[in-house]
């Protein structure tokens, strides 16, 4: 089923991936996830509540295992067609008090926000918004090494999402990573900074990308 008709059916459509590397004697480690070690994250994974479908649908097989597309029942009024810059800020500013409430939730103290790193996660969310790169992580290792000019770290994690037809973009898309263990681990991990970006194309798609930073 595609989306156009995934839309017809009065279904919204949500994707999300989420990555951590380590950094290990200056090269670039991706961790994968294990029974013992459930912290360590790559790829995405499967919301399975009952109260979603999970489907590959148009997704090159080379992406599919890591960028799942989840069909919720879209009991929302549709996003306007637009969305200002005003809006995205909005959007932004929305993503950074959820994350931070759920945080504070658990006893973890909050993320600061780095205007670094959220430069790194916007040109992101764009290049996914216009289509340059597909919804992942195409290019982090290169955001980590423009982050890494300025700001030291030993670990960083990357979430990523889109959604359209939802009237709360922000709280869909925390919502989706909240219920994913390996987004949460990212969400719950050791950080201390984050960078977080958001872009609209023109088809209504909204993109997430938030970068976590220890």
Known sequence: MNKANMMGNCFSVILLSTITITSTSGAFEVENTTADNPSSVAGSDLNNDGSVLLLYDDIPPDQAAASPVVRLPSTQPPASPTT?????????????????????SQGLPQLTLNMAISEQARIHSRNMASGIVPLGHTGFEARIQAIAQTIPYRSIGENVATNEGYSDPATTAVAGWLNGPRHLANIAGNYRLTGIGVAKNSAGQIYFTQIFLN
Do not use: F, G, H, K
């Open 84 to 104: 200002p810059e005003t809006d995205i800020a909005a959007i932004e500013r929305s993503v950074l008090q959820q994350i931070n409430s759920y945080r504070v």
